[in-house]
């Protein structure tokens, strides 16, 4: 495997992603679950942030202690299924500034086609995390990477719960400066695109759609 991805191999992850995959998991579940784990995938993701000393007062004294430095990350959803990972991260940080990449996947060609996009300002004063349930073909998430780059995105990182090796293979060689974070990566693609075992489609499932 790629030296630039990080399985996030937490027992309560792969509990979690177990159920996800499970057919018979309801959609409310799978929202649920898809909230949990995506706050315990923003841990990892978020670790290497950089910290700053600042100057608290507690209740008995004063002392340095370290605060989030810098600007305001910015977290990128792609449109639509990117928003069920988003909601937790931002439960981890509230303070990230938030930005939309609406690309949907051309089911003949499978190649990405853009029809939102709306990003925070200075992207390239901040760390930019890219969210999107499944790394599949990778051709979206490199085009949305190509985009954040073209608007000056520079320390970006991309979260996902699932990847296929061909999705890894391909963002590597696209982006090889952009870390891969995700739960589990599965065998391989079928013909339409879909990661096997996987779980079938991210969006339909959590938002009861097929
Ligand atoms: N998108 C999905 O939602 N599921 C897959 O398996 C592949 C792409």
């Known amino acids: 495997m790629s030296d630039n991805v990080t399985i996030v191999d937490h ?70 299924a990117g928003n069920g990972l988003l909601d937790g991260v931002l439960e981890l940080i509230p303070s990230a500034r938030v930005g939309f990449v609406g690309l949907y996947r051309d089911e003949a060609t499978l190649e990405p086609v853009e029809y939102y996009f709306k990003v925070p300002s200075e992207l390239g ?11 599949a073909t990778g051709n979206t998430s490199a085009a949305a990477i190509d985009k954040l780059k073209a608007a000056g995105a520079r320390d970006i990182r991309f979260l996902c719960l699932l990847a296929a090796p061909e999705g890894v293979a391909r963002m590597s060689e696209a982006h090889p400066d952009v870390p891969i974070f995700t739960a589990a990566v599965d065998e391989k693609l079928n013909d339409k695109g879909y990661i096997l075992p996987g779980l079938g489609d991210a969006g339909d499932r959590m938002y009861g759609t097929q």
């Open 11 to 80: 027992p309560l992850v792969q509990h979690k992603l177990t159920v996800m995959r499970d057919l018979a998991t309801s959609t409310a579940s799978f929202r649920r679950l898809l909230r949990e784990i995506s706050m315990l995938l923003a841990y990892e993701v978020s670790r290497d942030l950089p910290l700053v000393e600042t100057t608290v007062e507690t209740p008995l004294m004063e002392m340095e202690s370290p605060v989030l430095a810098g600007k305001k990350p910015a977290l990128i959803s792609i449109l639509r």
């Open 125 to 135: 004063a901040r760390r930019v995390i890219v969210v999107d349930p499944m790394l």
